[in-house]
């Protein structure tokens, strides 16, 4: 029992600091004593260290997962029946929870067979750690598998290293590695963190102590980093002016709402425009389909509202006869747009995954089933534009891209300037942990790329997050509103956008060597 309740204490307080952002030094602390857990299980012990990661991997894979509940009730997808939407997010939720958790269980079952008691652990764990959570990606990639999905390793959610998107000075790191080095620096802080504690906790008394001191040091960090400058910005000379639409549109009824939308965006785009000289760039948010809904072209409207101002607009839409979800990118005077195709589309959200497919038709038989999944019947593209707007070259994706390390990556390889993310996150309610996650992934696809994102969302507040992974601004959320800045244009490139995932070759590295020299010594 002791085992099981320290193992899902351990798996909680890592993923806090993924729930709040400011708790990163819990998710350190997690850690730390996830670690303590595995080194009092006796090296012979293989099914105890099994059952102890499986346990960890379940609570923390059905912690991260738990924003699945929040898409309930169904209505939106038009199931009705309460009960059969419950038991649909329940199936989806336990399966991928008891699976995935199971990365954990091998962790820790390497932790226990090949550890050596000394500081090469630290090297060689946290690589472990990095290595077992990438295959997690491609564990959920295999999971998801349907007509519709994307053959990569997108989804890095799950990836512990977003904690520390909550502390800039660490943040950092992902200019070098990406997620994936920023999950090897909280692992690796973790580890340091336990053999400071076995030197010094020789007591109760000074462990007491040592946890204080260690919240009281993390908590201090965080709160400088929220109100002072700990990670300085730099000065750009060449900069654009960006509107970005920001909406709290429900999930009940997307076709409706999309008519209001179009008259509400019309409305605060015409009264913020009585107070503001002309933007470069408007950017709506996820499916808001403007100028299909408005009867009007970018052209047009730009004369009406803008006067013949150089104004480019990035529109979303959902395309009814080629099933496509496309970010439209409109140059000033253009009546083409350069189109983006949505490459990973959502699990369960856009498209249902054969083997879930294939449980719905064992339960609920072909017919019945069928209404359900012919509402996803989306097709993913197939090309990554970036679109050259001005002085801006603009690289725009959609909601759950914001997960994939790659996507904006080889966007900014391209020459994309500024990054542009349309989402809606309207599904969730109440919203929370969907917001907290995507401002998270943005934070840190900034720092990896080195650019500024712009993240324009319905049904969550619109942000404006700078090259270095700051929140600048930052709407306000319950109505209809225009976010605008100036925002540089940087064309630098970070160490990960050249590397990319090569930086997996150094972590398996880092987990061969310290085993080959441990291996000699004996």
Not at 119 to 144: E, K, N, R
Not at 239 to 261: C, E, F, K, N
Not at 321 to 345: A, C, I, P
Not at 382 to 399: E, H, R, W, Y
């Amino acid at each position: 029992m002791k085992l099981v309740l320290l193992s899902s204490l351990s798996a909680l307080l890592v993923v806090s600091g993924m729930f709040m952002s400011t708790l990163w030094f819990l998710s350190i602390l997690g850690v730390t004593l996830y670690v303590g857990v595995l080194y009092a299980i006796p090296a012979d012990a293989r099914r105890e260290a099994l059952k102890s990661g499986w346990i960890f991997g379940i609570v923390y894979c059905g912690a991260v997962f738990s924003v699945f509940w929040q898409t309930l009730p169904l209505t939106w997808l038009g199931i009705h029946d309460g009960t059969l939407g419950f038991t649909l997010v329940l199936s989806v939720w336990a399966s991928l929870t008891l699976i995935l958790g199971i990365f954990f269980a091998l962790f820790a079952a390497l932790f226990v067979r090949f550890r050596t008691n000394t500081a090469w652990d630290i090297v060689w764990i946290s690589a472990l750690w990095t290595l077992v959570q990438y295959l997690q990606m491609w564990g959920f990639t295999v999971l998801t598998i349907g007509s519709s999905s994307s053959w990569d390793a997108h989804f890095s959610a799950l990836m512990a290293g977003y904690a520390l998107a909550g502390f800039s000075p660490l943040l950092q790191i992902a200019s070098i590695g990406g997620i994936y080095l920023l999950t090897y620096t909280l692992c690796a802080i973790g580890c340091a963190l336990y053999f400071a504690w076995q030197s010094y906790c020789t007591t109760r008394k000074r462990t007491t102590s040592f946890l204080i001191a260690w919240c009281l040091i993390g908590g201090t960090l965080s709160l400088a980093d929220t109100h002072f400058t700990l990670v300085p910005e730099r000065v750009h000379n060449e900069t654009i002016s960006v509107a970005l639409l920001s909406t709290d549109y429900t999930r009940t009824d997307p076709d409706a709402l999309r008519d209001v939308g179009g008259r509400e965006y019309d409305t605060a785009l015409r009264v913020w425009a009585l107070d503001h000289a002309p933007p470069d760039i408007v950017v709506f948010p996820e499916n808001a389909a403007f100028f299909k809904h408005a009867s009007t072209t970018p052209n047009e409207y730009r004369d009406a509202v803008f006067g013949n101002a150089p104004v480019s607009f990035i529109d979303t839409e959902f395309v009814v006869g080629q099933n496509t979800k496309s970010v439209q990118m409109y140059f000033h005077g253009d009546t083409h747009s350069v189109t983006y195709q949505k490459m990973f589309l959502s699990p369960f959200g856009e498209y249902i995954p054969w083997l879930y497919e294939f449980g719905l038709k064992l339960v609920l038989g072909s017919t019945r089933a069928s209404l359900i999944t012919g509402a996803f019947d989306l097709t993913p593209g197939t090309s990554l534009p970036v679109a050259q707007l001005g002085t801006a070259s603009v690289g725009g994706l959609f909601c759950s891209d914001i997960f994939s390390p790659s996507l904006y990556r080889v966007l900014t390889e391209k020459g994309a300037t500024v990054l542009v993310n349309a989402a809606s996150q309207s599904i969730f309610q109440p919203l929370g942990r969907a917001d907290t996650a995507t401002q998270m992934a943005a934070q840190v696809r900034a720092v990896e790329t080195g650019r500024y994102l712009l993240l324009a969302s319905n049904g969550a507040p619109s942000s404006i997050i700078s090259h270095r992974g700051k929140i600048i601004m930052r709407s306000s959320p319950g109505h209809v509103s225009v976010l605008s800045a100036e925002v540089p244009l940087r064309d630098s490139t970070t160490i990960f956008v050249r590397i990319g995932d090569f930086i997996l070759a150094i972590f398996v590295l880092l987990l061969i060597l310290p085993l080959c020299i441990r291996a000699k010594s004996e």
